[in-house]
């Protein structure tokens, strides 16, 4: 009598349709999970810039005796020129708006993700995959442009 051992094709072919469809099931729920965690990581990172500017108008109010970071509206270059350093990511391109001495409207890019500040309940920023970096604008320039169209 012949000794059967090993697996038969069909037994094979089983495995490898069951294989397949744990797959198609997993990717999608994997690849939401790394979206969702990119968009994290770019909010995280908006958050750490503009900690790292606050921290800059700080020091440079300690050093000089005046913050050199006034009211206005800066982009990463600038604010870069002024001595801004941050750990991590920063931004490709982007705006920050400062009024009063407080961060009031950003827009900044980090990879393909812009985050802007959300508006509503909830979170405080969101961000955009392939958005584009809307123009920051000053509470008083959106008065100034509303009185000046009526």
Do not use: H, W
Not at 39 to 52: L, N, R, T
């Amino acid at each position: 009598m012949k000794n059967k051992s090993g697996f038969t094709l069909m037994e094979l072919l089983a495995v490898i349709v069951i294989l397949a469809i744990i797959a198609l099931i997993a990717v999608p729920v994997i690849l939401n999970i790394v979206e969702k965690s990119r968009k994290s990581a770019a909010i995280s990172s908006a958050y750490g810039y503009i900690d790292a500017i606050e921290k800059q108008a700080v020091i440079n109010m300690i050093k000089n005796g005046y913050n050199d970071i006034a009211d206005g509206s800066y982009n990463v270059e600038d604010l870069s020129n002024k001595g801004v350093k941050v750990k991590g990511n920063k931004p490709n391109e982007g705006c920050i708006v400062i009024e009063n001495s407080k961060i009031i409207n950003y827009s900044l890019k980090f990879g393909n993700y812009v985050v802007n500040p959300k508006s509503g309940a909830g979170s405080k920023a969101e961000a955009t995959k392939n958005g584009t970096v809307t123009a920051c604008s000053t509470n008083s320039e959106s008065n100034e442009n509303t009185e000046s169209s009526e």
